[in-house]
Structure formats: structure tokens, C-alpha cells
């Protein structure tokens, strides 16, 4: 039975290689035809005639960092209400309308911009089109509406409350970027929410629901021109206009380790360390990539997995990663443990943080990272919805089209010295910050030159 099952398994791993091998050799990614509307509306549209279906996603340059620093939410505010109803559309015939058509509505918000998205047969184009377009130019704030929906977004803030993983996320934002709009959670504050009024709502969208401040990726059973003709159409009376620039003041810098527990009654420590991470366009980041993916991107393979899981059995899961933002991200490194164990699990990745830029990887753990970019990259594009959200991200970070391309390249280039001194230049082993989510009356910290607080 024992050999039947290795056989079976070794099968899958061989025929898993040759896909990836073949997605390697033969897969480029889609090139959208970009056009620009004379009212300076960004159109990106990508045929794909394999099932009738298309998908429309809006992105629009105006997120949480563009909130007012007394209105945090204002922005995620906004997103929210806009299938809410429009001048000559009730919510009831918004959601009526999509529900008959089979259409998919989805709107999200995050640091730097804002995104909705309508997923339909192509065959209905016509009529779903101008009501996604509709909700974009002309939502009606009605004030019952922003009621409703101010006690909902109340109601998940309290309900966050009791994740311990959320509390220490935010605490981590809070303390590494420290009165920059990265700082606030992208759905707010309570107190500031029960300030925001349908006029705040009515001037965001005024500032930036402008057509120069937004981007339209269309990805399916669609003709580009046929696309341009309608949008035209449909956004004739929609005016250009000046949007305010996103002014980011300087982050603080980290000058020595410290840490924040949050104390909640609770087994286990929800741990997060950290400091800035590389943005996108950084000279590093295909070096800062492979370097994660080995120290704790990888999952199974990483080596604060291995360390940490498998050698200690300190943890369920460890992870790390950076987030690219408009401006720095975070880059962050989150394991889960017991109360009692935080410490050990603390200092096993700083020791692993510090190792990763003291020696050279080796030439597997290098090649197994390259190998894993190298596949995993076609599996990034399989969908309309994520072909759709990978071009509005190239386009938010004025990427190339061909970005992608170039950043295989560059990653098949990356030598060990590179991973290196991108360690070294990245890593911040003595100047970071710790938000734990913990019961503060059995874990105890033990670091030298760590400063705790306790909350």
C-alpha cells in the first residue's frame, strides 16, 4: 500500500512539473488594448472569446489615504453606498436588474483606490452597462440609506473586536506608520463614522468619481471597439475635472524594537513584527520576492516554517510578506503560538531574519523560489476577474504592459550576493516594531533592548 501511494503521489508531482514546464515555455501574459476617452477615462480591455462572459472592474484613484484626517471611512463610506441607489434607479431596481440579468456586483475599498466590479453574460451588455456606469456618475445619498448603512459598518467594527488576529494587525498599522493615512483601518473609526453625513459622501464622490481618476478594466466576449463606442455613450455628460493630489507626509522612522500587547483573555498570541517594506518599483523587489519566499513566503518550504512548526511546533502557521503600496508598504511577519511561547517563537524569527543576511542561501532554496515565480505567474491570470484586477494594479503602480515579462526575467537573473544585499538593505532586525493580541498575564517577553507596553 505504501509503495501504491508513493507512486500515485510521485505521478502527481511529475505531471504538476510538465504543467508548470508548459505554462514556463509557452504562456505570455494578456496585453489589454488601452484606450483614453476624451473625457480622460482610462479603458483597458482584454478579448477573451472562450465563454460568453465578460467582466467590467472600475478602479478608482481615490481610497483610503484620500479620507479627511478628522472623517478615517470616508472613502470605504462611499464605495459602500453606491448600489444604494441613483437619481433615477431605487436600490431595489439596482439589485432587481443584476438578480434577473444573473450579473455579479462587487465593490471593495482599500489604502489607495477604490474598485467595482460587474461580472455578466456578454449577451446582456447592453442593458447591465448603463447601470453599473450609472452607479459610478449618479448615486443618490439618501440619508436613510447612510443610516442603514453607517449601523452596519458600526456593527462589523464591534464584531472585529473579538478577532484577536484583527486587533493585532491594527495595532501593528497603528504603530508603524503613526499619524500617516496607512495608520487607520480602511473602513474607519466608530467615532468618526457617526460623523460622516451624506454631504461628506456627496464631496468625496464629487472629488474623485471624476472620469481622469478612473481606470475600467474590460475582460471577456468582448470587441474593444464596440466597448469604447458604449462607454462614450454612456459617459457623455460625465466631465472632466481637477483631482486633488495625494500628499503623503514622511513615515516616522523606526529607532529601536518595540512592542504593543493588547491584552485580551485568550490562549494564544497573535503575534505581528515588522517594519517598511520595498515599494513596486524598487531596484530590489524581484531580489526582496525570492529572499521572502525563503525566509517565510513559501509556506511549507520557508524556513520560519520550518523552524517554527516543524523543529519547535511552536505554531499552526508563520508567514511574511510585503504589501507594495503607493507609498511604502509594510512587510510583516505573523505567527500564531501560544501565550507561553510567544517569546521563543519572537526570537526564532529575528535569529532567522538576522541569518538570512549574514549567509547566502543555498542554490536549492534559490532555485526552488525561481521555479515557484516562474510557475505560479500564468496561474495569476486565469480568470476574467483576475486578469481584470492584475492590469488595474499595473496601472495604479505605472507599470509597462510588458511588466510582467520583465519581472521574469529580472527574477531568473537574481544571484545569490543580489538576495543578499537585498536582506541586508530590507531587513530591520533591530529597529521594528511587535503588536500582539496576547493575555498579558502569562506571556512574558524577554528581549534585550525591546521596550513593552502593555494595553
Known amino acids: 500500500m505504501k509503495s501504491k501511494i508513493s507512486s500515485v503521489v510521485l505521478s502527481l508531482i511529475l505531471i504538476a512539473s510538465f504543467g508548470r514546464l508548459q505554462a514556463q515555455t509557452y504562456w505570455k501574459p494578456p496585453r489589454p488594448q488601452k484606450t483614453v476617452l476624451a473625457n480622460g477615462l482610462t479603458l483597458l480591455v482584454v478579448e477573451r472569446h472562450n465563454l460568453p462572459v465578460v467582466v467590467v472592474k472600475a478602479m478608482i484613484r481615490g481610497g483610503s489615504a484620500c479620507d479627511p484626517g478628522e472623517l478615517p471611512g470616508l472613502a470605504n463610506f462611499t464605495a459602500e453606498i453606491l448600489d444604494k441607489g441613483t437619481k433615477i434607479r431605487t436600490a431595489q431596481d439596482i439589485a432587481q436588474m443584476f438578480d434577473w440579468m444573473g450579473a455579479v456586483y462587487e465593490n471593495s475599498c482599500d489604502y489607495d483606490a477604490s474598485y467595482f466590479s ?42 472585529d473586536r473579538d478577532q484577536p488576529e484583527t486587533i493585532g494587525r491594527q495595532a501593528f498599522d ?86 504593543q500587547m493588547i491584552h485580551r483573555p485568550i490562549s494564544q498570541a497573535y503575534v505581528v513584527l515588522g517594519f517598511l517594506g520595498p515599494k513596486r518599483l524598487d531596484p530590489d523587489y524581484q531580489a526582496a520576492r525570492l529572499m521572502n519566499y525563503i525566509l517565510g513566503g513559501g509556506g511549507f518550504v ?11 511546533g511552536l505554531a499552526y502557521d508563520v508567514d511574511s510578506y510585503f504589501s507594495p503600496r503607493l507609498d511604502y508598504g509594510p512587510y510583516a511577519f505573523t505567527v500564531q503560538t501560544k501565550c507561553q511561547t510567544a517569546d521563543t517563537a519572537l526570537k526564532t524569527m529575528l535569529l532567522e531574519i538576522e541569518r538570512i543576511q549574514k549567509e547566502p542561501v543555498s542554490d536549492q532554496e534559490l532555485l526552488e523560489a525561481k521555479a515557484y515565480f516562474r510557475g505560479s505567474y500564468p496561474f495569476r491570470y486565469e480568470t ?13 503602480y505605472g507599470l509597462s504592459p510588458d511588466q510582467v515579462i520583465k519581472d521574469l526575467e529580472a527574477i531568473q537573473k537574481v544571484t545569490k550576493e543580489d538576495l543578499l544585499q537585498s536582506a541586508q538593505r530590507l531587513l530591520k532586525p533591530r529597529n521594528y516594531i511587535v503588536a500582539m493580541a496576547t493575555d498579558t498575564a502569562i506571556t512574558k517577553i524577554n528581549i534585550p533592548g525591546l521596550t513593552v507596553e502593555k494595553k
Do not use: C
Not at 179 to 207: N, T
Open 174 to 259: 497603528s504603530l508603524l506608520y503613526r499619524g500617516h493615512p496607512y495608520s487607520r483601518p480602511v473602513y474607519g473609526q466608530e467615532a468618526a463614522l457617526a460623523r460622516i453625513g451624506a454631504s461628506d459622501i456627496v464631496s468625496f464622490h464629487g472629488k474623485y468619481f471624476v472620469p481622469n481618476n478612473t481606470v475600467i478594466a474590460v475582460v471577456g466576449d468582448i470587441k474593444p471597439a464596440k466597448i469604447s463606442e458604449l462607454l462614450k455613450k454612456l459617459t457623455k455628460n460625465w466631465l472632466k475635472a481637477e483631482v486633488p493630489p495625494v500628499i503623503f507626509d514622511q513615515i516616522p522612522k523606526i529607532n529601536r524594537p518595540g512592542l
Open 118 to 159: 460587474l461580472a455578466f453574460l456578454s449577451r446582456d451588455l447592453g442593458q447591465v452597462l448603463p447601470v453599473f456606469m450609472d452607479l459610478l456618475q449618479n448615486p443618490k445619498v439618501d440619508s436613510a440609506e447612510v443610516e442603514r448603512l453607517r449601523n452596519q459598518l458600526l456593527s462589523n467594527i464591534q464584531d
Open 302 to 312: 520557508s524556513r520560519l516554517f520550518t523552524k517554527i512548526r516543524v523543529q519547535q
Open 384 to 396: 476574467n476577474e483576475q486578469i481584470a484586477g492584475q492590469i488595474l494594479g499595473a496601472e495604479l
